[in-house]
């Protein structure tokens, strides 16, 4: 998988496994995690990232999971899956965390979860962790329409991709727990509506 990613991630130097575990190494990168705050400088790096890695379709015979069937199953209608198919190559965990930045660039790293789907997936989810981060809905809104993906997403399909999430959080933490995670998830929707 890593040949596949190279452009947008550390090169894989080596691979071993001892003990049952898989470890491996990739090359350095001198870094920090990003910065996902409002007016961060790491906001453009990011996106340059995530549109290099748009371009990123899934490997086939693979056994790479559907998004939706992955992360959305039991919470998604047979109408809103067939909307949530795609091809594109999602790391599905564009968290701080798994972002670095150095030498004026951003690397999205630890692809410990990819799937197919559509490519604007990967901004939603982004843009939800920019409202983590204090961005209000119209700024990481804002954000996110720089990408292609994301302002030729079908409204329908980011509806379901947004409802299913809610439907799906609140099956594994409850209401009380989904209620802040939810509420940006319901904003990202509300934003695509037409």
Not at 97 to 103: P, S
Not at 175 to 187: D, I, Q, W
Request: charged letters at 20%; aromatic letters at 6%; hydrophobic letters at 45%.
């Amino acid at each position: 998988m890593n040949a596949v990613v190279t452009a947008v991630s550390p090169r894989l130097l080596w691979q071993v496994e001892v003990g049952g575990w898989e470890l491996l190494g990739f090359e350095a990168v001198d870094g920090r995690h990003a910065d996902l705050s409002p007016g961060s400088a790491d906001l453009p790096l990011v996106a340059a990232v995530l549109e290099e890695a748009q371009k990123l379709k899934a490997p086939s015979g693979v056994g790479l999971p559907q998004y939706v069937d992955r992360e959305l199953g039991g919470a998604v209608s047979s109408t809103e899956r067939e909307l949530l198919l795609g091809d594109a190559l999602l790391h599905t965990d564009t968290n701080p965390h798994n972002l670095l930045i150095g030498d004026g660039r951003a690397w999205l790293i630890d692809w410990a979860m990819p799937a197919a789907g559509p490519a604007w997936v990967d901004v939603a989810n982004t843009a939800v962790r920019l409202m983590e981060d204090e961005c209000g809905p119209a700024e990481a809104l804002e954000w996110a329409s720089r990408f292609e993906s994301w302002r030729g997403a079908d409204p329908a399909a980011v509806a379901a991709f947004a409802g299913a999430t809610c439907r799906a959080w609140e099956a594994r933490v409850g209401a009380r727990g989904a209620r802040a995670s939810n509420s940006r998830f319901e904003a990202l929707g509300a934003g695509r509506e037409v």
